[in-house]
């Protein structure tokens, strides 16, 4: 029988999530390598609540992991489940599988590679040319509104299939992959981030101007009132 666990059960998993070091994640296996995925495997259809299409108004969050700050970057990279479209990394993935109960999740793993361009030292005229100009962000000239990797390294993606209950790992291109799940993991791959959703961030400093005031501007002082030097020595002149 399906046991919900409760909120105890599931503060416990996880403090020991992050008081423990994370577990090493398995390699992939091939499918047909894996007879025990089988049963499991069979689960994944139209019908099941554990996949769910997103549509193009669904808030996909496939980036960042839920309760860190954890991307794609990280050793272990990330998980995103496939039903609820959040996602989370290696050391807070079993208190998801123990709230939702979802055996299967969509893992993204990115390695950097540096860009291997000799002609470019990295004190160059085209460090040089990026190097911010003013004080503003996302704006020409300014500093960049987001880290983007892909502006110092070449990304290595790598894209699997964890399932959770056998602790396996499938790449999403084997053949016998049941279409249902594969064209999930493949929309929730695709789909705009949530934290792109609400547009680019720019902000650039504005030019102070100097008020019309500000040098026959008189400072009146009301009947009875006298200079305090301290605020807390500041007193009601009607009481």
């Known amino acids: 029988t399906n046991r919900t666990p409760t909120l105890r059960t599931a503060a416990e998993l996880y403090a020991r999530s992050i008081l423990r070091p994370p577990p090493s994640l398995p390699p992939p296996l091939a499918l047909m390598a894996n ?35 954890d991307t794609p970057l990280a050793p272990a990279g990330l998980f995103t489940n496939l039903g609820t479209h959040h996602s989370f990394s290696l050391a807070h993935l079993p208190l998801d599988v123990a709230k939702t109960g979802q055996p299967f999740y969509l893992h993204q793993k990115w390695t950097k590679i540096p860009h291997e361009d000799p002609a470019a030292p990295a004190g160059g005229p085209a460090a040089a040319a990026a190097a911010p100009t003013k004080l503003a962000i996302g704006v020409a000239g300014g500093f960049a509104a987001t880290d983007d990797p892909a502006a110092a390294f070449d990304l290595e993606k790598t894209t699997s299939t964890y399932l959770a209950p056998t602790q396996t790992l499938l790449p999403l ?49 009301g009947e009875g009132s006298s200079a305090a030097p301290f605020a807390g020595d500041v007193k009601c002149a009607g009481c």
Request: glycine content about 2%; overall charge negative; proline content about 11%.
């Open 35 to 69: 007879p025990a995925v089988q049963p499991l495997l069979a689960t994944a259809t139209a019908g099941s609540p554990f996949l769910i299409i997103p549509t193009p108004a669904s808030a996909v969050h496939n980036l960042e992991c839920a309760f860190s700050f």
């Open 173 to 221: 291109d084997d053949p016998a992959f049941p279409q249902h799940l594969l064209a999930t993991a493949h929309a929730v791959l695709a789909h705009a981030p949530a934290a792109a959703s609400t547009g680019p961030v720019t902000w650039e400093e504005s030019a102070l101007v100097v008020s019309k005031h500000s040098e026959t501007l008189e400072q009146v002082r």
